[in-house]
């Protein structure tokens, strides 16, 4: 029987993406059979309301 392995990650986050991506070629090494189950949880629903805009704004200057 593989062992599961489910994950709740913020998809819209490119820092998921690049930790899944670590995951998966992690796991993909082992020698033993692990699934992957990948379950949207984004940050507006843990922190019940949308994240402001200005966070996301660049911080640098041209």
């Known amino acids: 029987m593989p062992t599961r392995l489910e994950v709740f ?3 819209s986050c490119p820092f998921t ?3 899944l991506k670590r995951v998966v070629h992690e796991l993909a090494a082992s020698d033993g059979q692990i699934d992957i ?3 949207a949880w984004p ?3 843990v922190n019940g309301a949308p994240l402001e ?3 996301y704004r660049p911080r640098s200057r041209l």
Do not use: F, N, S
Request: glycine residues 6%.
């Open 17 to 19: 993406h690049v930790g």
């Open 9 to 11: 990650a913020d998809i």
């Open 43 to 45: 940050l507006e629903w």
């Open 37 to 39: 189950v990948v379950r």
């Open 53 to 55: 805009a200005r966070l």
